[in-house]
Protein backbone atom coordinates (compact mmCIF):
# COMPACT_ATOMS: atom_id res chain seq x y z
CA UNK A 1 0.00 0.00 0.00
CA UNK A 2 1.58 3.22 -0.76
CA UNK A 3 1.85 5.99 1.47
CA UNK A 4 -1.14 8.24 0.07
CA UNK A 5 -3.50 4.88 0.51
CA UNK A 6 -2.43 4.90 3.98
CA UNK A 7 -2.61 8.22 4.50
CA UNK A 8 -6.69 8.07 3.58
CA UNK A 9 -7.08 5.09 5.22
CA UNK A 10 -5.92 6.87 8.43
CA UNK A 11 -7.86 9.89 8.35
CA UNK A 12 -11.02 7.31 7.20
CA UNK A 13 -10.02 5.19 10.68
CA UNK A 14 -10.07 8.54 12.81
CA UNK A 15 -13.24 9.82 11.08
CA UNK A 16 -14.77 6.68 12.29
CA UNK A 17 -13.66 6.77 15.40
CA UNK A 18 -14.69 10.52 16.20
CA UNK A 19 -17.82 9.56 14.66
CA UNK A 20 -18.91 6.36 17.09
CA UNK A 21 -17.88 8.78 19.77
CA UNK A 22 -20.20 11.57 18.95
CA UNK A 23 -23.07 9.29 18.86
CA UNK A 24 -21.61 7.73 21.93
CA UNK A 25 -21.64 10.79 23.95
CA UNK A 26 -25.01 11.66 22.06
CA UNK A 27 -26.84 8.54 23.15
CA UNK A 28 -25.31 9.49 26.82
CA UNK A 29 -26.21 13.26 26.74
CA UNK A 30 -30.11 12.21 25.57
CA UNK A 31 -29.96 9.21 28.06
CA UNK A 32 -29.34 11.63 31.04
CA UNK A 33 -31.64 14.34 30.10
CA UNK A 34 -34.06 11.44 30.11
CA UNK A 35 -33.24 10.40 33.10
CA UNK A 36 -33.48 14.12 34.24
CA UNK A 37 -36.70 14.84 33.09
CA UNK A 38 -38.28 11.83 34.56
CA UNK A 39 -37.02 13.20 38.14
CA UNK A 40 -38.41 16.96 37.08
CA UNK A 41 -42.18 15.33 36.18
CA UNK A 42 -41.88 13.31 39.72
CA UNK A 43 -40.90 16.35 41.65
CA UNK A 44 -43.33 18.60 39.57
CA UNK A 45 -46.39 15.86 40.30
CA UNK A 46 -45.56 15.67 43.94
CA UNK A 47 -44.74 12.20 43.81
CA UNK A 48 -41.55 12.71 46.19
CA UNK A 49 -40.62 9.18 46.46
CA UNK A 50 -40.04 8.59 43.02
CA UNK A 51 -38.30 12.13 42.53
CA UNK A 52 -35.86 11.27 45.17
CA UNK A 53 -34.90 8.17 43.75
CA UNK A 54 -34.62 9.27 40.27
CA UNK A 55 -32.41 12.32 41.09
CA UNK A 56 -30.49 10.15 43.35
CA UNK A 57 -29.34 7.75 39.67
CA UNK A 58 -28.19 11.11 37.98
CA UNK A 59 -26.50 13.50 40.78
CA UNK A 60 -23.17 12.80 39.99
CA UNK A 61 -23.29 13.28 36.46
CA UNK A 62 -24.50 16.68 36.67
CA UNK A 63 -23.37 20.19 35.94
CA UNK A 64 -22.38 22.31 39.14
CA UNK A 65 -26.17 24.27 38.45
CA UNK A 66 -27.78 21.35 37.82
CA UNK A 67 -26.54 19.24 40.90
CA UNK A 68 -27.41 22.14 43.20
CA UNK A 69 -30.86 21.81 41.95
CA UNK A 70 -31.16 18.68 42.28
CA UNK A 71 -29.85 18.14 45.84
CA UNK A 72 -32.42 21.32 46.71
CA UNK A 73 -35.37 19.46 45.07
CA UNK A 74 -34.11 16.13 47.27
CA UNK A 75 -34.16 18.19 50.21
CA UNK A 76 -38.05 19.73 49.52
CA UNK A 77 -38.90 16.14 48.82
CA UNK A 78 -38.08 15.13 51.77
CA UNK A 79 -39.58 18.02 54.09
CA UNK A 80 -42.85 17.41 52.10
CA UNK A 81 -43.29 13.51 52.21
CA UNK A 82 -45.64 12.51 54.45
CA UNK A 83 -43.04 12.06 57.38
CA UNK A 84 -41.96 15.28 56.86
CA UNK A 85 -38.24 14.01 56.85
CA UNK A 86 -36.35 17.62 58.45
CA UNK A 87 -32.98 15.63 59.16
CA UNK A 88 -32.46 14.72 55.75
CA UNK A 89 -33.89 17.98 54.68
CA UNK A 90 -31.56 19.86 56.01
CA UNK A 91 -28.79 17.33 54.80
CA UNK A 92 -29.61 17.88 51.39
CA UNK A 93 -29.74 21.77 51.64
CA UNK A 94 -26.44 21.44 52.94
CA UNK A 95 -25.06 19.56 50.59
CA UNK A 96 -26.43 22.02 47.86
CA UNK A 97 -24.11 24.67 49.70
CA UNK A 98 -21.23 22.17 49.17
CA UNK A 99 -21.00 22.73 44.98
CA UNK A 100 -19.38 25.02 43.81
CA UNK A 101 -20.27 26.53 40.64
CA UNK A 102 -23.86 26.84 41.39
CA UNK A 103 -26.17 29.63 40.44
CA UNK A 104 -26.93 32.04 43.43
CA UNK A 105 -30.37 31.29 43.47
CA UNK A 106 -29.64 28.05 44.78
CA UNK A 107 -27.38 28.27 47.21
CA UNK A 108 -29.68 31.29 48.97
CA UNK A 109 -32.70 29.28 48.78
CA UNK A 110 -30.51 26.43 50.65
CA UNK A 111 -30.20 28.80 53.30
CA UNK A 112 -33.31 29.76 53.59
CA UNK A 113 -34.41 26.31 53.77
CA UNK A 114 -32.56 25.52 56.07
CA UNK A 115 -33.64 28.34 58.30
CA UNK A 116 -37.50 27.36 57.92
CA UNK A 117 -36.81 23.83 59.16
CA UNK A 118 -35.03 25.01 62.21
CA UNK A 119 -38.22 27.40 62.31
CA UNK A 120 -40.61 25.01 62.34
CA UNK A 121 -38.77 22.50 64.62
CA UNK A 122 -38.53 25.13 67.11
CA UNK A 123 -34.61 26.24 66.95
CA UNK A 124 -34.77 29.76 66.58
CA UNK A 125 -31.60 30.95 67.10
CA UNK A 126 -30.55 28.57 64.61
CA UNK A 127 -33.46 29.71 61.98
CA UNK A 128 -32.07 33.07 62.58
CA UNK A 129 -28.64 32.00 61.67
CA UNK A 130 -29.19 30.74 57.88
CA UNK A 131 -31.92 33.38 57.10
CA UNK A 132 -29.14 36.04 57.73
CA UNK A 133 -26.61 33.71 55.77
CA UNK A 134 -29.11 34.35 52.69
CA UNK A 135 -27.86 37.11 52.16
CA UNK A 136 -23.71 36.55 52.60
CA UNK A 137 -25.00 35.14 48.78
CA UNK A 138 -23.34 36.83 46.57
CA UNK A 139 -26.21 37.99 43.98
CA UNK A 140 -28.77 36.61 46.26
CA UNK A 141 -32.53 36.33 45.00
CA UNK A 142 -33.96 39.83 46.15
CA UNK A 143 -37.06 37.36 47.16
CA UNK A 144 -35.01 35.27 49.76
CA UNK A 145 -33.51 37.99 50.91
CA UNK A 146 -36.96 39.41 51.60
CA UNK A 147 -38.71 36.03 52.90
CA UNK A 148 -35.23 35.72 55.32
CA UNK A 149 -35.82 39.03 56.71
CA UNK A 150 -39.85 38.69 57.20
CA UNK A 151 -39.26 35.02 58.49
CA UNK A 152 -36.47 36.17 61.03
CA UNK A 153 -39.18 39.19 62.73
CA UNK A 154 -42.12 36.04 63.24
CA UNK A 155 -39.01 33.72 64.60
CA UNK A 156 -37.65 36.07 66.90
CA UNK A 157 -39.59 37.10 70.68
CA UNK A 158 -38.04 40.09 71.32
CA UNK A 159 -39.82 43.20 70.16
CA UNK A 160 -37.26 45.44 68.96
CA UNK A 161 -35.32 43.20 66.89
CA UNK A 162 -38.59 41.86 65.27
CA UNK A 163 -39.71 45.44 64.57
CA UNK A 164 -36.25 46.06 62.99
CA UNK A 165 -36.36 42.50 61.30
CA UNK A 166 -39.79 43.87 59.51
CA UNK A 167 -38.67 47.64 58.48
CA UNK A 168 -35.74 45.81 56.62
CA UNK A 169 -38.05 43.54 54.36
CA UNK A 170 -38.98 47.46 53.56
CA UNK A 171 -35.86 48.20 52.10
CA UNK A 172 -34.85 45.59 49.70
CA UNK A 173 -35.15 46.68 46.67
CA UNK A 174 -36.77 44.02 44.18
CA UNK A 175 -37.77 42.00 47.11
CA UNK A 176 -41.61 40.42 46.78
CA UNK A 177 -44.31 42.16 47.37
CA UNK A 178 -46.12 39.56 49.39
CA UNK A 179 -43.52 39.54 51.63
CA UNK A 180 -43.70 44.16 52.39
CA UNK A 181 -47.55 43.48 52.76
CA UNK A 182 -46.87 41.08 55.34
CA UNK A 183 -43.76 42.82 57.27
CA UNK A 184 -46.87 46.09 57.04
CA UNK A 185 -49.28 43.67 58.61
CA UNK A 186 -46.79 42.25 60.99
CA UNK A 187 -45.76 45.74 62.07
CA UNK A 188 -49.51 47.28 62.35
CA UNK A 189 -49.74 44.18 64.60
CA UNK A 190 -46.76 44.93 66.97
CA UNK A 191 -47.84 48.65 67.31
CA UNK A 192 -51.66 47.61 67.91
CA UNK A 193 -50.23 45.03 70.82
CA UNK A 194 -48.43 47.34 72.26
CA UNK A 195 -51.05 50.74 72.32
CA UNK A 196 -49.46 53.13 69.71
CA UNK A 197 -52.50 53.27 67.64
CA UNK A 198 -51.32 56.12 65.54
CA UNK A 199 -48.17 53.92 64.11
CA UNK A 200 -50.52 50.51 64.04
CA UNK A 201 -52.68 52.79 61.67
CA UNK A 202 -49.94 54.22 59.22
CA UNK A 203 -48.90 50.40 58.52
CA UNK A 204 -52.36 49.19 58.49
CA UNK A 205 -52.88 51.85 55.70
CA UNK A 206 -49.49 51.61 53.99
CA UNK A 207 -50.66 47.45 53.94
CA UNK A 208 -53.53 48.79 52.40
CA UNK A 209 -52.48 50.89 49.55
CA UNK A 210 -49.61 48.28 48.87
CA UNK A 211 -52.75 46.66 46.42
CA UNK A 212 -55.00 47.93 44.96
CA UNK A 213 -57.19 44.91 45.20
CA UNK A 214 -60.78 44.92 47.21
CA UNK A 215 -59.57 42.03 49.04
CA UNK A 216 -56.40 43.60 50.51
CA UNK A 217 -58.20 47.13 51.32
CA UNK A 218 -60.83 44.92 53.39
CA UNK A 219 -58.51 43.10 55.54
CA UNK A 220 -56.39 46.10 56.97
CA UNK A 221 -59.26 47.90 57.43
CA UNK A 222 -60.77 44.67 59.52
CA UNK A 223 -57.53 44.34 61.33
CA UNK A 224 -58.33 48.28 62.12
CA UNK A 225 -62.20 47.99 63.06
CA UNK A 226 -61.64 44.69 65.09
CA UNK A 227 -58.91 46.03 67.39
CA UNK A 228 -59.90 49.55 67.54
CA UNK A 229 -63.61 50.21 67.38
CA UNK A 230 -64.23 48.62 70.76
CA UNK A 231 -60.90 50.36 72.36
CA UNK A 232 -61.37 54.01 71.19
CA UNK A 233 -64.39 56.64 71.22
CA UNK A 234 -64.08 59.19 68.45
CA UNK A 235 -66.44 61.63 66.80
CA UNK A 236 -66.73 61.05 63.12
CA UNK A 237 -64.21 63.26 62.50
CA UNK A 238 -61.67 62.27 63.90
CA UNK A 239 -61.76 58.67 64.30
CA UNK A 240 -58.50 58.06 65.17
CA UNK A 241 -56.74 61.50 65.96
CA UNK A 242 -54.37 63.85 64.24
CA UNK A 243 -50.42 62.20 64.07
CA UNK A 244 -47.03 62.60 63.07
CA UNK A 245 -45.41 60.12 60.85
CA UNK A 246 -41.52 60.06 61.00
CA UNK A 247 -40.76 63.85 60.55
CA UNK A 248 -38.12 64.55 58.09
CA UNK A 249 -35.40 67.82 57.87
CA UNK A 250 -37.80 70.04 55.39
CA UNK A 251 -40.83 67.91 55.48
CA UNK A 252 -43.72 66.19 57.19
CA UNK A 253 -46.42 63.93 57.17
CA UNK A 254 -49.92 64.34 59.53
CA UNK A 255 -52.66 61.52 59.31
CA UNK A 256 -55.75 60.70 60.77
CA UNK A 257 -58.71 58.46 60.36
CA UNK A 258 -62.54 59.83 60.15
CA UNK A 259 -65.93 58.02 59.09
CA UNK A 260 -66.62 57.16 55.59
CA UNK A 261 -68.96 60.19 55.91
CA UNK A 262 -66.67 62.80 55.99
CA UNK A 263 -64.71 62.75 52.85
CA UNK A 264 -62.56 66.01 53.22
CA UNK A 265 -60.57 67.41 55.44
CA UNK A 266 -57.71 70.64 55.44
CA UNK A 267 -54.47 71.34 57.30
CA UNK A 268 -52.85 74.65 57.85
CA UNK A 269 -49.62 75.73 59.26
CA UNK A 270 -50.61 78.47 62.08
CA UNK A 271 -47.63 80.03 61.91
CA UNK A 272 -47.60 81.27 59.00
CA UNK A 273 -50.70 82.96 57.77
CA UNK A 274 -49.87 83.47 54.49
CA UNK A 275 -49.90 79.58 53.27
CA UNK A 276 -53.09 78.48 51.69
CA UNK A 277 -54.86 75.35 53.63
CA UNK A 278 -53.55 71.88 52.04
CA UNK A 279 -56.17 69.85 51.41
CA UNK A 280 -55.61 66.12 51.98
CA UNK A 281 -55.00 63.45 50.25
CA UNK A 282 -57.60 60.33 51.03
CA UNK A 283 -57.72 56.33 51.04
CA UNK A 284 -60.84 54.50 51.36
CA UNK A 285 -60.45 51.63 53.87
CA UNK A 286 -63.74 49.60 53.44
CA UNK A 287 -64.69 46.15 55.19
CA UNK A 288 -67.96 44.29 56.45
CA UNK A 289 -67.83 45.61 59.91
CA UNK A 290 -66.72 49.40 59.14
CA UNK A 291 -65.69 52.57 56.77
CA UNK A 292 -63.37 54.92 57.00
CA UNK A 293 -60.96 57.35 55.37
CA UNK A 294 -57.51 57.80 55.64
CA UNK A 295 -56.84 61.44 55.31
CA UNK A 296 -53.35 62.12 54.79
CA UNK A 297 -51.81 65.99 54.48
CA UNK A 298 -47.74 66.74 53.79
CA UNK A 299 -46.25 70.01 55.08
CA UNK A 300 -43.09 70.28 52.96
CA UNK A 301 -40.93 73.39 52.55
CA UNK A 302 -39.95 73.97 56.46
CA UNK A 303 -36.79 74.57 58.26
CA UNK A 304 -35.00 71.86 59.64
CA UNK A 305 -35.02 71.33 63.64
CA UNK A 306 -38.05 73.86 63.85
CA UNK A 307 -41.00 73.61 65.93
CA UNK A 308 -43.91 74.33 64.08
CA UNK A 309 -47.99 74.49 64.89
CA UNK A 310 -50.75 73.33 62.89
CA UNK A 311 -54.33 73.16 62.69
CA UNK A 312 -56.75 70.36 61.00
CA UNK A 313 -59.89 70.64 59.86
CA UNK A 314 -62.08 67.86 58.84
CA UNK A 315 -66.08 67.53 59.24
CA UNK A 316 -66.91 70.96 60.62
CA UNK A 317 -64.70 69.95 64.00
CA UNK A 318 -60.81 71.49 64.37
CA UNK A 319 -58.10 69.54 65.88
CA UNK A 320 -54.35 71.56 66.94
CA UNK A 321 -51.61 70.09 67.54
CA UNK A 322 -47.15 70.73 67.22
CA UNK A 323 -44.51 69.06 65.42
CA UNK A 324 -40.58 69.57 65.24
CA UNK A 325 -38.78 68.47 61.72
CA UNK A 326 -35.80 66.56 61.96
CA UNK A 327 -32.47 68.12 62.22
CA UNK A 328 -30.14 67.76 59.31
CA UNK A 329 -28.58 64.86 60.34
CA UNK A 330 -31.29 63.04 61.59
Do not use: C
Not at 73 to 97: P, Q, V
Not at 190 to 208: H, N, S, T, V
Not at 270 to 284: G, K, M, Q, Y
Request: proline share 3%; aromatic share 10%; net charge negative.
Amino acid sequence: MNKHKKTRLYLYLNRTVLSALSFSLLLASASLFAATSEADNYYRARRYDEAIEAYEQVLETLEPAEKAQALNRIAYSHERKRGRERDKTIEYHKKALEVSGAEPREHSYAYLRIGYNYQITGNPEKAIEYYKKVETVEEASPSHISEARLRSGWTSDDYTERTAFFRSVLEVDGGSQNHMASALKSLGNIYRERGDYGKALDYYGRFAELDDTIARRRRAAAYMAREMNAELEASDAFYIEPYTLFPEPDAVTVQWVSRESVKKGTGQLTLNDEDSPVASETIALRSDASEHILHRLRFEGLESGKKYEYEIMSGGEQREGSFRTASPEG
